[in-house]
């Protein structure tokens, strides 16, 4: 009881550490992507576009620090929140379907996010594109969640039930606030572009609230 009571904080330390290098490494990713996209196309997109972007960019940045960390166990079990390099090599086919996964997602939001449509006439991908890409995104993640169905745990089910439940219920008191807030002329516009981001967001969201109740942010 002693040694579980001292190794807490330890485990806590461990878990600051890594979320603030994570903020770094977003941080950097995110001003290096700003950076690149200049001023004036920032300026087109306008907020709704830039927040949808963004979301993407964290998804595509989770799958790349869990890609380093499948590549190099070593470094990444400091990085990630795993017991050490022995559990990476050990879940390493799921944690690679994860990392596939936030991948497509991130791209296929990035690209929503630069496409041109009303109002943006200066985006830079193909309206057909971003949406071919979505689509293809999905039909893919339904044809693997079948296949897959059977080679994820108790444990990998429920939390994946609970992470659903959880974005469904922050989203919709999310939007649904929004969406009277809007309507009821109180100045918080709702647009389409918005409901795609709050999804998506909540989604990363609550998966991260059910891995937290279960206390597995700090192993």
């Known amino acids: 009881m002693n040694s579980m009571t001292e190794d807490k904080p330890a485990r806590w330390k461990r878990m600051v550490m890594q979320m603030f290098v994570g903020a770094l490494a977003g941080g950097g990713v995110m001003a290096a992507v700003l950076t690149a996209a200049g001023s004036d196309l920032l300026d087109a997109m306008g907020p709704s576009r830039v927040a949808l972007g963004s979301v993407g960019l964290v998804y595509a940045l989770m799958a790349g620090l869990v890609g380093f960390g499948l590549a190099a166990p070593r470094a990444g079990a400091k990085l990630l929140n795993v017991a050490d390099a022995e559990e990476l090599r050990e879940e390493r086919r799921g944690m690679m379907r994860s990392t596939v996964t936030m991948a497509a997602i991130g791209v296929a939001l990035v690209l929503l996010a630069l496409a041109r449509g009303p109002g943006f006439a200066a985006g830079v991908v193909p309206a057909g594109v971003a949406m071919c890409v979505l689509l293809i995104v999905f039909a893919a993640g339904a044809i693997a969640s079948w296949r897959w169905r059977n080679d994820f745990d108790e444990l990998n089910h429920?939390?994946?039930?609970?992470?659903?439940?959880?974005?469904?219920?922050?989203?919709?008191?999310?939007?649904?606030?929004?969406?009277?807030?809007?309507?009821?002329?109180?100045?918080?516009?709702?647009?389409?572009?918005?409901?795609?981001?709050?999804?998506?967001?909540?989604?990363?969201?609550?998966?991260?609230?059910?891995?937290?109740?279960?206390?597995?942010?700090?192993?």
């Open 158 to 219: 429920q939390l994946g039930l609970e992470g659903c439940f959880w974005a469904f219920c922050l989203s919709w008191v999310l939007l649904t606030l929004w969406g009277a807030a809007d309507f009821l002329g109180w100045g918080a516009v709702l647009t389409p572009i918005d409901v795609v981001t709050t999804l998506s967001a909540m989604m990363l969201l609550g998966a991260f609230v059910a891995i937290g109740r279960r206390g597995m942010m700090t192993r």
